[in-house]
């Protein structure tokens, strides 16, 4: 017995010494798997040494005469608090911890005793301090990528607009992003205004049909239900409650997804490496990360097709504004739009990026194949972290004609079902010919009302 508390001492120790640190060692080995709760340093990791680095050689124009004639970003807000729901989960957690132990000692239980509940449900989703800096870092990042579009001059002529949603984090991001670009460039004359445009940036509250049918309706995401009841997910809860000394009847699918998010929330707006991310290794958080992906599939991505048509007005407001920026380009006049920034939420971006085809994987995502789905391509750690940000930019390559390059999270991205590697700067009339469905149909109205109810057929 004796021996068995020198043993736990020094674990304790070591522990608690690894979990204050605050170097890039102290980043939790799960921290890749955290779904749309991620740091976007996570998902482009040499941004940990230097935060404005940019890789411009992975912008690869198909000529050195390529020249930039048009940027359209669509950016998710940054860094934000837990919505109240999560705080109450997270409080529950912290409560039977403290109180609901057996006999058995648990000296990582121990160490979350000594840890302190600073989450509040007034912070409801609300953008922290490390999510206005996500926003200007990322317009310092873009204005060095793409140095002849977001510049000085363009900003102060007036050719940079900017898109918001109406929810505070979003106007507060824009507002973060905007002061990126002013702090950098000195400019205290002049101020920048933005639009809100809920239509636009949260279409999903506005369709009818998506609401009904998948946003409401518990049976659309009936495989998140079944995985978080199947052998994996039960499998991580109960070695949650061993480490804890916690009856596993205790540990519901709700408080294991609270502890994965307190260690995610810590890390990304404390920057900390949290002891409540060693009640995961590895293996549990890729469970986890696919109950998050799963859902995010039924409710946003390839699960139902209402999910991708719900962006049906953003998908034609981009085309029209780079319908315009072309045809102003060969009429030589000055391209009026030169960038425009559209600042929303992983919900905006993850049903435009389905409706185009990006991260199709062969089979859907269900509660029986996770172990086959290892390899899939659709995985939210890496396409929706905090700041995530969805551009196309428009090239005028001469006599290699205009050029459209889609990029996410500053990595250039392959059009669906295009291998050749010019694939990912297509002649902008084969991209068009590509959607050419999309673009004659795809009509927010229509697809968006009620079907009849078949009751009435
Ligand atoms: C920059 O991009 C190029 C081309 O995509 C890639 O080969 C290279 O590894 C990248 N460099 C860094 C530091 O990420
Ligand atoms: C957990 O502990 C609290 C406080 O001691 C007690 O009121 C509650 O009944 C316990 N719950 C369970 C399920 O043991
Ligand atoms: C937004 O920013 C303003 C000014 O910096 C700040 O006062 C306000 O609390 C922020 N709001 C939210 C919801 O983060
Ligand atoms: C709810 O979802 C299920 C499964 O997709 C579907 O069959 C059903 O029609 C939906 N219910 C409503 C009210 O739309």
């Given at each position: 017995?004796?021996?068995?508390h020198?043993?736990?001492?020094?674990?304790?120790?070591?522990?608690?010494?690894?979990?204050?640190?605050?170097?890039?060692?102290?980043?939790?080995?799960?921290?890749?798997?955290?779904?749309?709760?991620?740091?976007?340093?996570?998902?482009?990791?040499?941004?940990?040494?230097?935060?404005?680095?940019?890789?411009?050689?992975?912008?690869?124009?198909?000529?050195?005469?390529?020249?930039?004639?048009?940027?359209?970003?669509?950016?998710?807000?940054?860094?934000r608090?837990?919505?109240?729901?999560?705080?109450?989960?997270?409080?529950?957690?912290?409560?039977?911890?403290?109180?609901?132990?057996?006999?058995?000692?648990?000296?990582?239980?121990?160490?979350?005793?000594?840890?302190?509940?600073?989450?509040?449900?007034?912070?409801?989703?609300?953008?922290v301090?490390?999510?206005?800096?996500?926003?200007?870092?990322?317009?310092?990042?873009?204005?060095?990528?793409?140095?002849t579009?977001?510049?000085?001059?363009?900003?102060?002529?007036?050719?940079i607009?900017?898109?918001?949603?109406?929810?505070?984090?979003?106007?507060?991001?824009?507002?973060?992003?905007?002061?990126?670009?002013?702090?950098?460039?000195?400019?205290?004359?002049?101020?920048?205004?933005?639009?809100?445009?809920?239509?636009?940036?949260?279409?999903?509250?506005?369709?009818?049909?998506?609401?009904?049918?998948?946003?409401?309706?518990?049976?659309?995401?009936?495989?998140?239900?079944?995985?978080?009841?199947?052998?994996?997910?039960?499998?991580?809860?109960?070695?949650?409650?061993?480490?804890?000394?916690?009856?596993?009847?205790?540990?519901?699918?709700?408080?294991?997804?609270?502890?994965?998010?307190?260690?995610?929330?810590?890390?990304?707006?404390?920057?900390?490496n949290?002891?409540?991310?060693?009640?995961?290794?590895?293996?549990?958080?890729?469970?986890?990360?696919?109950a998050?992906?799963?859902?995010?599939?039924?409710?946003?991505?390839?699960?139902?097709?209402?999910?991708?048509k719900?962006?049906?007005?953003?998908?034609?407001?981009?085309?029209?504004?780079?319908?315009?920026?072309?045809?102003?380009?060969?009429?030589?006049?000055?391209?009026?739009?030169?960038?425009?920034?559209?600042?929303g939420?992983?919900?905006?971006?993850?049903?435009?990026?389905?409706?185009?085809?990006?991260?199709?994987?062969?089979v859907?995502?269900?509660?029986?194949?996770?172990?086959?789905?290892?390899?899939?391509?659709?995985?939210?750690?890496?396409?929706?972290?905090?700041?995530?940000?969805?551009?196309?930019?428009?090239y005028?390559?001469?006599?290699?004609?205009?050029?459209?390059?889609?990029?996410?999270?500053?990595?250039?991205?392959?059009?669906?079902?295009?291998?050749?590697?010019?694939?990912?700067?297509?002649?902008?009339?084969?991209?068009?010919?590509?959607?050419?469905?999309?673009?004659?149909?795809?009509?927010?109205?229509?697809?968006?009302?009620?079907?009849?109810?078949?009751?009435?057929?």
């Amino acid at each position: 017995m004796m021996f068995f508390h020198f043993y736990c001492f020094i674990i304790f120790c070591c522990v608690h010494r690894h979990v204050t640190l605050k170097d890039e060692e102290s980043i939790p080995p799960i921290a890749k798997y955290f779904n749309t709760k991620g740091r976007y340093e996570e998902v482009n990791p040499y941004l940990r040494q230097d935060i404005l680095a940019v890789n411009r050689s992975s912008l690869q124009p198909p000529s050195s005469q390529c020249r930039e004639i048009h940027l359209t970003a669509i950016i998710r807000h940054g860094t934000r608090y837990p919505t109240a729901k999560t705080v109450r989960d997270m409080q529950q957690l912290h409560n039977i911890v403290l109180n609901n132990f057996t006999e058995e000692q648990s000296w990582l239980r121990e160490t979350l005793t000594q840890w302190t509940m600073w989450y509040t449900e007034d912070m409801d989703g609300r953008l922290v301090q490390k999510g206005v800096e996500d926003l200007k870092h990322l317009a310092v990042r873009l204005s060095k990528l793409f140095p002849t579009i977001i510049s000085e001059e363009k900003l102060r002529g007036g050719l940079i607009k900017f898109i918001t949603s109406s929810k505070h984090r979003c106007v507060n991001s824009t507002l973060s992003f905007k002061a990126g670009l002013t702090e950098m460039w000195a400019i205290t004359d002049v101020e920048f205004g933005h639009e809100v445009n809920d239509a636009l940036m949260r279409f999903f509250d506005h369709c009818t049909r998506f609401v009904q049918e998948v946003d409401k309706n518990s049976s659309a995401v009936i495989e998140v239900d079944k995985f978080k009841q199947g052998l994996e997910m039960m499998r991580v809860q109960k070695k949650i409650a061993e480490h804890l000394g916690i009856s596993s009847s205790l540990i519901t699918y709700d408080l294991a997804e609270a502890a994965f998010l307190l260690c995610s929330y810590e890390l990304a707006v404390k920057a900390v490496n949290s002891p409540w991310c060693l009640l995961f290794d590895e293996d549990d958080a890729k469970v986890m990360e696919y109950a998050s992906d799963l859902r995010e599939f039924w409710k946003r991505g390839y699960g139902h097709d209402i999910n991708s048509k719900s962006s049906c007005l953003l998908f034609h407001d981009l085309f029209s504004r780079l319908d315009k920026a072309v045809n102003e380009n060969t009429l030589h006049q000055q391209v009026t739009e030169a960038v425009t920034v559209q600042i929303g939420h992983a919900d905006t971006l993850l049903p435009l990026l389905t409706l185009l085809g990006f991260f199709k994987d062969a089979v859907p995502l269900t509660s029986a194949n996770y172990a086959s789905q290892a390899q899939r391509s659709f995985r939210t750690s890496r396409m929706l972290p905090y700041a995530a940000n969805f551009l196309l930019v428009l090239y005028d390559c001469g006599e290699e004609g205009i050029r459209l390059q889609p990029l996410l999270n500053e990595q250039p991205l392959t059009f669906p079902g295009l291998t050749d590697q010019q694939a990912s700067m297509l002649l902008y009339e084969d991209v068009r010919k590509r959607y050419r469905d999309l673009l004659s149909g795809c009509d927010f109205e229509a697809e968006c009302q009620l079907l009849r109810n078949p009751a009435e057929v």
